[in-house]
């Protein structure tokens, strides 16, 4: 009797290595692979749809998966449309009789494959959902007296204790039964499913990004395997060395290789574990690899985290929205420098440094009292890590109204953290070079004047 065929639908895993899912497909028989350009289903579920600079990085990435899955024997297939609806259709085509995933956690996603699953199983097909994204579970750990933690030192405490897995190496190659090949074929004739240009996610706007954006990276597993084994020299003088966006070193770039899942957190975990690095080092990275933790347990756990504040109180914080001020902060032309410069280094490489994005979300939220969710969205478009998790618990945290959020009273001043971080300016020259010129624009707002502003702002907001 023939081994059934196993389709197996990538997500935000596109790796080969320490892929559950895929381990297990390829141990039951021939495997079939699928990724699709996701549109909400006619409930409107599914996850949020990719800004700009994902879907250029996806592109790539998935060249790079492509052939890898191909030097294993296995073909991946393309497709845009609801899960609830193109991946049945591939089922039938092929006549799989099994699918398998690696879980997500965003509520509106996970509804959809909720759906997806009953509707499977119920015409009799086996689904398994793996783990792979996650180094811990949503549902593994909870503080006394609530589903989800609030304050990230205490959940850092308690995920930190839940046992971390074996890692699973590459699968084996296999040989495809002609009977699958044309199969497959034959979606592709039907438009059931389509080459990857025919995805259209290169659309990004600008377009010039390939050249400026593409300049700076090179997506795919392939690379981030590279970018793994170069860890351990990223988190030397980590711990002293990680506010500085001056040192190109000075933090792992990582990111975007475990937003995609090109690593497993699993495996950045060991390889900081076995780096010879000093504890404190280790410990920082550590650190923030269990914040991505922290923010998608709490997504896992809030709908409409993306948009609402977790403080429902900050529905009515007065914010001041203002095209004019808002665009000159998405092209760093606010006056301030170390503001200006990460958000020119935004536009040009799909990613700016932590701290230095830190500073620009307090700026836009303190300084010019323009929403978080439009700061939010920019991120969204215009960074190549950005995921539905880290992203709007980050803006949230800044803003003062997420989970261990910072106080209401922090108001990063940019001036100070530009002499503390960038004392000798080598950052902000290299992306802003009419910096203290006549030709640097002049600041849009008083520093003094707009903390005070701010600071009023949310007295009022307690008040109420």
């Not at 699993?266 to 690899?289: C, G, H, P």
């Amino acid at each position: 009797m023939a081994a059934p065929v196993t389709l197996l639908w990538f997500r935000d895993d596109l790796r080969v290595a320490d892929h559950e899912a895929l381990a297990a497909a390829r141990a039951a028989g021939p495997v079939v692979g699928l990724w699709l350009r996701e549109e909400p289903d006619a409930a409107g579920d599914g996850p949020r749809r990719l800004g700009a600079a994902s879907r250029w990085w996806a592109h790539r990435s998935l060249e790079v998966l492509s052939a890898e899955l191909d030097a294993l024997g296995i073909p991946l297939l393309f497709g845009r449309g609801s899960g609830v609806t193109v991946v049945p259709a591939v089922v039938a085509g092929l006549g799989a009789s099994v699918v398998r995933w690696t879980r997500r956690y965003a509520p509106s996603a996970r509804t959809a494959d909720a759906t997806l699953k009953a509707a499977l199983a119920a015409s009799g097909v086996e689904v398994h959902s793996h783990p792979g994204f996650l180094l811990v579970e949503p549902w593994l750990v909870a503080p006394a007296g609530g589903p989800v933690y609030r304050v990230f030192t205490p959940f850092h405490r308690a995920a930190a204790e839940v046992p971390v897995g074996p890692l699973r190496g590459r699968p084996a190659a296999q040989v495809l039964p002609p009977a699958v090949v044309d199969a497959a074929a034959r979606l592709t004739a039907t438009g059931v499913v389509m080459g990857l240009d025919a995805l259209d996610l290169l659309d990004a706007d600008p377009p010039w990004w390939a050249d400026t954006v593409g300049a700076h990276w090179v997506p795919g597993c392939v690379a981030a395997d590279q970018a793994l084994a170069d860890l351990p020299d990223a988190i030397a003088g980590y711990r002293t060395r990680r506010d500085r966006p001056d040192d190109a070193a000075s933090t792992s770039r990582l990111s975007p290789r475990l937003r995609f899942g090109e690593v497993s957190p699993r495996q950045a975990l060991a390889a900081t574990r076995s780096a010879e690095v000093s504890a404190d080092d280790a410990s920082a990275w550590v650190r923030q690899l269990y914040w991505r933790e922290f923010s998608w347990h709490l997504t896992h756990h809030v709908p409409r985290l993306a948009w609402e504040p977790l403080r429902r109180q900050f529905a009515e914080f007065p914010w001041s929205p203002d095209a004019a001020l808002l665009r000159a902060w998405q092209r760093g032309r606010t006056g301030y420098g170390l503001v200006d410069a990460g958000l020119r280094q935004l536009w040009q490489t799909g990613w700016m440094h932590n701290r230095v994005r830190m500073v620009a979300a307090s700026f836009l939220v303190k300084n010019l009292l323009q929403p978080w969710q439009a700061g939010e969205q920019w991120f969204w478009d215009t960074l190549v890590d950005a995921d539905e998790a880290n992203n709007p618990v980050s803006w949230q945290w800044v803003a003062g109204c997420g989970a261990d959020a910072a106080p209401y009273f922090r108001v990063f001043n940019p001036e100070t953290q530009r002499e503390r971080h960038d004392p000798e300016g080598a950052y902000v020259r290299r992306w802003v070079p009419e910096y203290g010129t006549d030709a640097y624009p002049a600041p849009v707002v008083d520093l003094a004047e707009s903390r005070r502003r701010a600071l009023d702002a949310y007295a009022l907001l307690r008040a109420r």
